[in-house]
């Protein structure tokens, strides 16, 4: 990969101020962002894989609209380069900002670090500087940090989505390396990348960081869907193989149906079969519906847990992931065919019985209280 150092100085006319929200694992936050200082020229931003060598700074809100000009005595002047790692750093239930304060960090587009971050520097250009404005959203109580470099912090407590306070910081892009879009990538790289997230979102479900889970697994499903057209065609491509005929045979032993066959399989030697995308895309699915589930977003983890039953019919982790989603929503028919489901699957499931009896109970009970009703109609 190539390192893209800061380039000159000329005005580019873009949009000034954008806003969106992002995750961190105490929760959402809304993000405000706009560009300190003029845009400069240049096609080369951070996408997926690019190392990005980034400090982020507290501001105070007075400060939110001015140009600070920091002195270059102690910064860095060295360019980021590919061959070198990210900078470590543990994810934190009470920080907002997943990178320290006041430092150089380097961090890798597409790993979800700090998704607030990663959203902030699309569209930089190395050299460039932003403020960003952050506030709690949608989040009953946060306790969540606003800084993560040693000193005082400041905590946000909202209620029902109405932020007490605004947090206020500046990004600096110094320098990056060059990285891709998901269309450039080839279905092999792809297909890496889902893996890593799906890796990455079972760490950080087993740190109970619930909202970087999610993330992870949403990015992975995202690529997925962008996978099945090409996983197709390689399922094709290895049937057509398999009834090679032996005269076709002879032409690939020969160089020049060799350097043909090598071609045509370059885009695809690493895409999965139909049969483990499928699978790998159902455990997303269910993975996720579990993560919405822990969030209390019913309705999307009975969405993902159909998904994932659609996808793998047998797994029974995404049928009593649909079935909990259900009953919690007060579906109880279709909660009872799910965990019905999963008995005909697993008879001796303890858990599905649990389930299924709670199900029946709660029928019971609103058979009884509309019994009730009936009967003083007719009093």
């Known amino acids: 990969m190539t390192t893209v150092q800061v380039p000159e100085k000329q005005v580019d ?16 936050w809304q993000v405000y962002r706009s560009w300190l200082g003029p845009r400069l020229k ?5 996408t997926m894989g690019s190392l990005c060598k980034v400090k982020v700074r507290r501001k105070s809100v007075a400060e939110e609209n001015t140009l600070q000009t920091y002195s270059n005595g102690h910064e860095s002047t060295a360019v980021v380069d590919s061959s070198e790692q990210t900078t470590s750093y543990p994810r ?21 670090q700090c998704d607030i971050i990663e959203s902030c520097l699309e569209g930089m250009k190395a050299g460039e500087m932003c403020v960003f404005t952050i506030r709690a959203w949608n989040a009953k ?10 000193g005082p912090q400041t905590r946000s407590t909202t209620v029902e989505g109405l932020s007490q306070q605004f947090l206020c910081f500046t990004l600096q892009l ?11 990538m080839t279905p092999g790289e792809k297909w890496a990348w889902v893996q890593s997230h799906k890796q990455r979102g079972g760490q950080r479900f087993g740190n109970g960081d619930i909202w970087g ?9 995202k ?26 045979e002879t032409a690939l032993a020969s160089p020049n149906g060799a350097e043909m066959e090598q071609g045509k399989n370059s885009g695809v030697s690493n895409t999965p079969a139909d049969e483990e995308y499928k699978t790998v895309k159902a455990e997303l699915h269910s993975n996720l519906s579990l993560c919405q589930f822990k969030l209390g977003q019913l309705e999307k983890a009975r969405d993902s847990g159909m998904k994932a039953t659609e996808l793998n019919p047998a797994s ?38 649990t389930a299924l009896k709670q199900v029946n109970s709660r029928f019971k009970d609103l058979n009884n209280k509309l019994g009730q009703r009936l009967s003083k109609m007719f009093i």
């Open 174 to 184: 110094h320098s990056l390396t060059s990285g891709q879009e998901s269309w450039q």
């Open 141 to 150: 109580t946060s306790n969540a940090t606003g800084s993560d470099a040693n």
């Open 316 to 353: 029974t982790k995404a049928w009593y992931r649909l079935g909990q989603a259900c009953m919690q929503l007060g579906e109880l028919e279709d909660a009872r065919e799910a965990f019905g489901k999963i008995l005909e699957l697993q008879p001796d499931s303890v858990s599905a019985r």
């Open 213 to 221: 889970a999610a993330d992870c697994y949403c990015r992975a499903v």
């Open 223 to 248: 690529l997925t869907i962008t996978l099945l057209v090409q996983t197709q065609r390689n399922t094709e491509a290895e049937k057509s193989k398999e009834g090679l005929d032996e005269d076709n």
């Open 13 to 28: 006319h873009v949009p000034a101020e954008s806003s969106w929200i992002s995750s961190c694992p105490g929760g959402l």
């Open 42 to 46: 240049g096609d080369v931003t951070p």
């Open 92 to 112: 934190s239930q009470d920080s907002v900002l997943q990178i320290p304060l006041d430092e150089w960090f380097l961090m890798r587009m597409g790993e979800g």
